[in-house]
């Protein structure tokens, strides 16, 4: 069963994401540690696509591997 994209918006802001409006329903996430950002599209309610949980996971990942190294 598909994540609702307010569960993926919830999980970005408690890994410490912030998030701009873009056009329409987009938002635009970005973590200062990360050089990329993270463009979600969809209502709250929506199921999120495939590609989105997987950007999301990729994101949570590369985010937490970069904090990893700064502990080191």
Do not use: C
Request: hydrophobic share 30%; glycine share 6%; no cysteine.
């Amino acid at each position: 069963m598909p994540k609702k994209i307010r569960e993926l918006k919830a999980m970005l802001l408690k890994a410490g994401f912030l998030y701009r409006s873009g056009k329409g329903s987009h938002t635009v996430w970005n973590h200062s540690l990360l050089e990329y950002s993270l463009t979600l599209s969809g209502k709250d309610g929506s199921d999120a696509d495939p590609y989105q949980e997987r950007d999301v996971r990729n994101a949570l990942r590369d985010l937490k591997r970069l904090q990893q190294e700064d502990e080191q």
